[in-house]
């Protein structure tokens, strides 16, 4: 117990306080403009930002995944909200939702994110990064209308839209950009090295607040106007709602949107947990039953406190990780900081510009969605490369789930496509008084046999020698390789001398970091 609190406190001095700050500061603007797109009072989102921190990664096993409102769910969240007709109401739902994600962890149902193939969540990735990028054009310029972006993919290749926001372009806004998104390229420099135990988002955002108070003294042209700052209304927490529990049995309603909440909020965090965990350096794997039990655990909670539904959500699981974050103690920092600024602190929130956060972003939009990563998935062939690009483009024309939806058959059109056959041998001997095994692959092997062959090598007893022929295989998946090359990293750590026939290591590609 004492080395594990060791263990925390030193990667938390050392990486995770720096990371829990830099995601607090993406995490405070878009708590809030979930709570306002999904037609909720504003303290939700806050709230449901700090319930994620705080309760749902001190039960979660992630080391890097960050849970708060999702922008995935603000559809679903605001119909349910109008068609309930009473945010009392609806809270209910919302604690139904939790208590389904809370069964589907106990009955064990989590590792059905395994059979996601990995062409598809890296598209899934890639999508997030260019709407993030997107989403956050508007802001950067300063223009203040919050439904910019209003039919997805027309949008975004629409010169009419591009007209209209050169027409709303507020030069203070412009400027502050500019200068966070040159000082965050700047401080990712090797000179920038003395400076790294200071996250960068800090600096973007001390910087705006000098220019933004330096534009007000100066009774300058370029002052932002009050709609192009943060704003947190003093008193925030002193209008909570709670569920009206006289009311969870008069209406069908509550409970089908409950359960649909439920599953999609699952899905969503299976999702990002498996994109996240790719995003990992050290390749830890999530255990993704707890996290359905924590995440049910912190939604039976936001229902019960007032708060809209959360999920994992890779937008702050990427900023988490682009911050260098070792532990789930940068996360817990994350929800920490949520509460107390918000408490203590509103009226310097207040002067932050969304300028600089929307940088932050941009950023991190773009680091989820490399040229790099485009043309590593080129080159690995069209079986992976169009699962690729398709996930991308439907996420784009519609949304989320129905991307990864449509990814995944199409990536199942292929398995099909190429015959195939789940099969491999295991034989395990004693040679000179060492335990070794062999794992036989034969035939064709696809993403399919993933979840059966990650539990396999788990098993593998440190101090062992280890063979996986792979020499009579017609077919190996992309998958099964990228698994195979990620365990030889766990093999040096658990002394397993371990020999490859037939199988080629490929690199494993991480989005953010490649």
Request: with cysteine; aromatic share 8%; net charge positive.
């Amino acid at each position: 117990m004492k080395r594990t609190f060791k263990y925390y406190r030193i990667m938390w001095l050392r990486h995770d306080l720096a990371a829990g700050l830099a995601v607090f500061l993406v995490a405070l603007p878009l708590c809030l403009g979930i709570a306002l797109a999904s037609g909720a009072p504003l303290y939700a989102g806050l709230l449901s930002g700090i319930i994620g921190g705080i309760m749902v990664a001190s039960i979660s096993a992630s080391p890097l995944a960050v849970s708060g409102p999702a922008a995935g769910l603000t559809t679903v969240v605001a119909g349910s909200i109008i068609t309930l007709g009473n945010y009392h109401v609806f809270l209910l739902a919302v604690i139904i939702a939790g208590a389904f994600q809370l069964l589907l962890g106990l009955l064990k149902l989590g590792s059905i994110a395994n059979y996601f193939p990995s062409a598809v969540i890296k598209g899934m990735l890639a999508a997030i990064g260019i709407m993030l990028i997107a989403k956050q054009l508007p802001l950067s310029i300063g223009y203040d209308q919050p439904d910019f972006w209003t039919s997805g993919l027309h949008d975004l290749f629409s010169p009419k839209k591009y007209q209209a926001l050169t027409q709303h372009i507020s030069k203070g806004s412009l400027i502050i950009t500019l200068f966070s998104l040159a000082l965050l390229v700047l401080l990712q420099r090797p000179f920038a090295k003395k400076l790294a135990n200071t996250p960068a988002p800090l600096f973007v955002v001390a910087t705006g607040i000098v220019f933004s108070v330096i534009f007000i003294n100066t009774n300058s042209v370029l002052t932002l106007k009050p709609d192009q700052l943060v704003n947190i209304p003093a008193g925030l927490f002193s209008n909570i709602s709670f569920p009206a529990f006289d009311q969870l049995f008069s209406n069908t309603q509550i409970w089908k949107d409950g359960v649909v909440i439920g599953l999609l909020a699952s899905l969503e965090t299976l999702l990002c947990i498996e994109a996240v965990d790719k995003l990992d350096k050290h390749n830890r794997i999530t255990p993704v039953n707890r996290e359905l039990i924590a995440q049910g655990i912190g939604n039976i909670t936001c229902g019960l406190l007032g708060a809209i539904p959360l999920t994992a959500v890779v937008v702050r699981g990427a900023a988490n990780v682009d911050a260098g974050a070792r532990t789930k103690t940068a996360a817990i920092t994350h929800g920490v900081l949520l509460l107390l600024a918000v408490l203590l602190i509103p009226f310097i929130l207040n002067l932050i510009p969304f300028a600089s956060l929307s940088a932050i972003l941009l950023v991190t939009g773009y680091n989820l969605t490399k040229p790099k990563l485009y043309k590593n998935m080129f080159s690995l062939g069209w079986k992976q490369f169009l699962p690729f690009v398709l996930t991308i483009i439907v996420i784009l024309a519609t949304d989320l789930l129905i991307g990864v939806s449509i990814g995944l058959l199409f990536s199942i059109y292929f398995i099909i496509q190429n015959n195939f056959r789940a099969e491999y041998r295991i034989t395990r001997t004693v040679i000179h008084g060492i335990e070794t095994e062999l794992i036989k692959l034969n035939s064709n092997v696809t993403f399919l046999n993933k979840v059966k062959l990650k539990k396999t090598l788990d098993e593998v007893s440190p101090y062992t020698a280890l063979t996986i022929d792979g020499s009579n295989c017609n077919f190996i998946d992309y998958d099964i390789l990228e698994t195979i090359s990620e365990f030889t990293t766990k093999a040096k750590d658990r002394h397993i001398e371990l020999h490859l026939i037939g199988i080629k290591a490929v690199e494993v590609a991480h989005s953010l970091h490649a």
